[in-house]
Nanobody
Framework: VQLQACGGGLVQAGGSLRLSCAASGRTFSNNAVGWFRQAPGKDRQFVASISWNGGSTTYTDSVKGRFTISRDRSKNTVSLQMDSLSPEDTAVYYC?????????????????WGQGTQVTVSS
């Protein structure tokens, strides 16, 4: 599976961005999908995940109430709506497909990774 993330950019604090992740090569409709982010000099951090059918979502505490993950299995895409962005959200965001239909918050739970998209939030 090849994953392509897009939608990043530069936005002012308080603004919104919508990231999208598309799969090619084969479907990831039976896999959980997650978003991670990595800021310069920091470890890759879990952001959000969604189960294979969209019935279960998980968020890291710092984005709860601001970010929403969703998926369209018919289009083989997953989105991350990010609202009320702050400079602390600045990072490269990666989408990733889980090893199973439900995935955890750790990097080891995921097997396929996209190339990342840069999100920069100015104050």
């Amino acid at each position: 599976v090849q994953l392509q993330a897009c939608g990043g950019g530069l936005v002012q604090a308080g603004g919104s961005l919508r990231l999208s992740c598309a799969a090619s090569g084969r479907t990831f409709s039976n896999n959980a999908v997650g978003w991670f982010r990595q800021a310069p000099g920091k470890d890759r951090q879990f952001v959000a995940s969604i189960s294979w059918n969209g019935g279960s979502t998980t968020y890291t505490d710092s984005v709860k109430g601001r970010f929403t993950i969703s998926r369209d299995r018919s289009k083989n895409t997953v989105s991350l709506q990010m609202d009320s962005l702050s400079p602390e959200d600045t990072a490269v965001y990666y989408c990733t497909a889980g090893r199973t239909s439900y995935a955890g918050t750790d990097v080891a739970s995921y097997i396929y990774w996209g190339q990342g998209t840069q999100v920069t939030v100015s104050s």
